[in-house]
């Protein structure tokens, strides 16, 4: 059964910060440059095959947009449903390697209107990548989406900026929008971030007022690079988030 959550944020999640590891989107291309990237899964997730069917509630040929999308293979599983894929990230290489590895062949051209962002597209379209930091990103460019896959952006948003993410994204919601939001929970005396470690209390903070925000799954994340950092337990907690109804 889905858990309905009250969105009102703990006094002591207001006041708490978080322990911040300062990675700036360069910081990421780093990372991406020295084949850094641990956080990549190398297949279609299981996440994604299990709850497809909650982000997309039927919708043939839906949008489906993945903020910080790096190369993930869901991309490209979801496209080859027949789904219309918008992904943002500002990693060049991420997204040029996401292109070649899945053998599509793709298009570059500049972004009106926008400085230092280039659009990727798949010549049937179906896949749409900007390149650029995601905080240039609107509604306005993306136009409104029908859902939203958000594995490892939130998650990878510092504190102090998680709410300008939020100012970001939720323009792009519409009534029938369904956001799947999946964040890491973990003993953060044992590691620090990235990913952050994102209680349900913090999700709240930043939509709880224009959301209903329900967990619908929770997952062990079995990577191991978790367990190489001695890390004894890590957890993915996906939430279903749909705008309020403003009556
Ligand atoms: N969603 C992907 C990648 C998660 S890792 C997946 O599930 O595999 C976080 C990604 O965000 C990295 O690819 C990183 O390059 C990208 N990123 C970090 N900061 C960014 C920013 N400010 N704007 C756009 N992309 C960013």
């Known amino acids: 059964m889905a858990e309905n959550i009250d969105p009102v944020p703990s006094e002591q999640n207001q006041l708490r910060r978080e322990q911040e590891d300062d990675m700036t989107p360069e910081t990421w291309n780093e990372r991406w440059k020295q084949g850094r990237a641990g956080f990549h899964i190398n297949h279609v997730s299981d996440m994604m095959k299990d709850q497809k069917d909650l982000l997309t509630n039927g919708r043939e040929g839906i949008s489906v947009f993945f903020p910080m999308c790096g190369k993930s293979f869901d991309m490209k599983w979801l496209a080859d449903l ?78 102090k900026e998680r709410r300008k993410y939020g100012e970001m994204i939720l323009p792009m919601m519409k009534a029938d929008t369904r956001y799947l939001l999946l964040t890491s929970i973990y003993d953060k005396s044992q590691m620090t971030a990235p990913p952050q470690c994102i209680p349900i209390e913090e999700v709240l903070e930043i939509f709880g007022a224009r959301c209903t925000v329900q967990k619908i799954a929770e997952y062990d994340d079995e990577r191991d690079i978790f367990k190489k950092k001695g890390l004894k337990w890590i957890k993915i907690h996906v939430h279903l988030l749909t705008l309020k109804i403003k009556i």
């Open 82 to 159: 027949g789904y219309k894929i918008i992904g943002v990230e500002y990693s060049e290489i991420a997204i040029t390697s996401f292109f070649q590895e899945q053998k599509i062949d793709y298009t570059t051209q500049p972004v009106d209107r926008m400085s230092n962002c280039t659009l990727y597209k798949s010549l049937d379209e179906r896949i749409k990548i900007y390149q650029c930091d995601i905080f240039k990103i609107s509604s306005e460019i993306t136009g409104q989406v029908d859902a939203i896959w958000d594995r490892g952006a939130f998650n990878a948003i510092m504190y």
